[in-house]
Every structure is written in C-alpha cells, then in structure tokens.
C-alpha cells in the first residue's frame, strides 16, 4: 500500500518517524512530510509547498493519509478534494501523543476502518470507529464488497441495504458462486433449485419474499429482486488480438457486445491480456485506459508453451508466429485455464474470456 503522513509539531514528528518505520517494514510505501523547523527524525521530508497544495498532489494517488494532527487540520485539508466513498483514499487522524486513531474518511470502501485498527495496533493507540454498521456489529456490503474485490453496481441500494439491517431487518442474498461460510445475521440465503447445498446452516427461501436483496454475480442485470444490489466479483481476463492500428472504439464495441451475449458485466473484467506484438497498440491501450484495466503481454513463445484446445487461425500464424492469440492470453495466468468465452471474431478483432475459480466467503466477525 501506498502511505503518506503529516506531522506539524515536534511530538508528532518524532511519532511519525516511528510509525513511517513500520509501515515501512510492512512492505509498504510511505512519505511522510513535516513543518518542524527542527532537526528531521529520521524518514521524513520537509513539506516545502503549502499544505494544501500537498495534499492535492498526492489525494488520489495513494491509498492512505495518515494525518498526526487535530483533526481539524486534517478536515480542511481534505474538504476540497472529496468526490466520492468510492474514490477518496482512506484518511487517518492520530494525535500527537498516540493515544487516539481516528477513521476519518473511506472506512468502508477505502479500508480506513480496518487500517485505523491495524495503525493504532502499531502505536498502542485506541482506534475509534465511528460507522453505524461497525458500531453495531452488523454486516457491511461495502467492506465485504472491498474485501472480496466486488463491484457494487448501485451505491443508493447498497446505503439502503445497511439501513435496513440497520433496523434490524432481514436482506435476501444470492449467489451464482460456491457460498463455503455461513452468513452473517439477518442474511437470508436465496434459492429456487433445491439441490444448492447449504452449508453451515444458511436457511433457504424464495426470492418473492424480499423486495431488496443481493445477488452475487457477473450480470449486473440479473433481475433476482424487486431492487437488486449486484455485486460482482472481478475474476474475469479477457484475451484479446487484433489487427494493426484497430480503432479503440471497434474493440470496446466488440468487447462490450461479447459480453452481454455472455450475461457478463464489464466491471467483472479485471485484466486484458494479449501477444507482447500488440503491447503498444494504440487502441488496446485506449481500450484499457479507459476501463482502469491493466494490460498484459506475453511472448510467443510464452503462449504456445500452452497446451490445450484452442481455435487456430493459419492468419494469426503468419503473422504472430502462434495459432491463437486472444485464447492463449486469456488464460496463461489463471492456473486452472478455464475459458468462459472461446474465440469470438468480428471487425478485426478477436477476445476471448477466462474465469478464475470463485468462492463466496463472509467476515465471521458479522454473526
């Protein structure tokens, strides 16, 4: 993870050189900037812009500021640049002395509330958690979202989710994926197929009986209830060649179209991979830009080391020295290679979709 810490006074310097240690030997990153005018403990820097400025710098950049601080400082600091829970970095107010860590922003999402507990276990401090579903010992859809690396494809439905547990009401859940924990209280497992094995005593019941719930998958217009928060797990790579120079909007259009034939979202795309020939195609790398996707390459040599049944192309031989390309690529870094979608071939462009093995487990701590 990425860490930056400001200290402005000569007791929260001295803290944040200690606590920069181990965030350090945590196999972390971390800057720590201060203002003492001082000699620096070791680790940190001079904040030479204002701090403002600073912060601005590095808001979306890292994924979490630690502020050793009054909180007050740290709050207008922050005000300028907040945009969303989905977005915003975690943010961390500890004072002075190290008696007190602060969750003060992205709790859920961000992971700040989960952070705050593990920095204030490095200090000896108390962490104070000030979430209502965190208060109350309740189920959070956004934290077991973060935790699981789910897209939650509606934020007012899943506010809505914790508001009615909140008031101590029971949500329906469903799941397209292997459920190996037992949920959660007020979590009710939905099934129509009798044969879904339940395990650790999850109860069963139809779908009609809850006007909202969650359903676990890669179609995000899977209709299970009334008002469905789909929450979808990015397990999917998406293997991809084409011709030289292909517009990036014909292979959007392509992927996007493959997709919902196959009933899978775009947000459960965690990666596109292809051939190291197509590692600057123009379009491909718009393609991933666009979709926040990281890009993979291999060789040749690297993909046809594989062995399998793969859709040949005496084209794609001339040309790349390998009879596939987009199935090759879509599977060399998931260790069970299973394709989902094999070979799909349209406007000079060929994708094909790999999943990786999935299972659905719950944070015990919730029950």
């Known amino acids: 993870m990425r860490y930056v810490l400001f200290s402005f006074t000569t007791k929260a310097a001295t803290l944040s050189s200690q606590l920069h240690k181990k965030i350090e030997n945590d196999n972390n990153s971390c800057t720590s900037y201060t203002t003492i005018k001082s000699a620096l403990p070791p680790y940190l820097i001079k904040l030479n812009l204002p701090l403002k400025e600073q912060v601005k710098e590095v808001f979306h950049n890292v994924d979490a500021i630690i502020f050793v601080s009054a909180c007050a400082i740290a709050v207008r600091s922050i005000a300028p640049f907040l945009e969303s829970k989905t977005t915003d970095p975690a943010v961390i107010v500890i004072d002075e002395l190290g008696q007190y860590a602060i969750s003060l922003l992205s709790g859920h999402i961000g992971g700040g509330n989960e952070l705050t507990k593990q920095i204030a276990n490095l200090i000896g401090a108390t962490p104070i958690i000030s979430t209502a579903t965190d208060l109350n010992n309740t189920f959070a859809v956004d934290v077991f979202a973060t935790k699981n690396n789910m897209y939650i494809d509606n934020m007012t439905l899943a506010k809505q989710v914790s508001s009615e547990l909140l008031d101590n009401k029971e949500i329906g859940i469903s799941s397209d994926f292997p459920v190996n924990s037992r949920l959660p209280k007020q979590l009710v497992f939905i099934s129509d197929d009798s044969h879904v094995h339940s395990q650790g005593g999850i109860s069963r019941q139809a779908s009609n009986e809850f006007s909202l719930g969650i359903s676990i998958t890669l179609d995000e217009n899977k209709p299970t209830f009334d008002r469905t928060l789909h929450l979808i797990p990015r397990i999917i790579t998406l293997g991809i060649g084409c011709k030289k120079d292909t517009p990036m909007e014909a292979?959007?259009?392509?992927?996007?179209?493959?997709?919902?034939?196959?009933?899978?979202?775009?947000?459960?795309?965690?990666?596109?991979?292809?051939?190291?020939?197509?590692?600057?195609?123009?379009?491909?790398?718009?393609?991933?830009?666009?979709?926040?996707?990281?890009?993979?390459?291999?060789?040749?040599?690297?993909?046809?080391?594989?062995?399998?049944?793969?859709?040949?192309?005496?084209?794609?031989?001339?040309?790349?020295?390998?009879?596939?390309?987009?199935?090759?690529?879509?599977?060399?870094?998931?260790?069970?290679?299973?394709?989902?979608?094999?070979?799909?071939?349209?406007?000079?462009?060929?994708?094909?979709?790999?999943?990786?093995?999935?299972?659905v487990f719950f944070d015990m701590d919730m029950t």
């Open 251 to 359: 292979i959007e259009s392509m992927v996007l179209h493959t997709l919902v034939e196959h009933h899978i979202s775009i947000h459960a795309v965690k990666q596109v991979a292809s051939i190291d020939l197509k590692g600057n195609e123009a379009g491909l790398l718009g393609f991933c830009q666009k979709y926040n996707l990281p890009f993979i390459v291999h060789s040749a040599k690297e993909l046809s080391s594989l062995t399998g049944d793969f859709t040949p192309s005496p084209f794609v031989k001339s040309i790349t020295g390998i009879d596939n390309v987009c199935e090759r690529a879509a599977i060399y870094q998931e260790p069970n290679r299973a394709l989902l979608i094999k070979k799909t071939a349209a406007n000079g462009v060929t994708i094909a979709a790999a999943i990786c093995p999935y299972k």
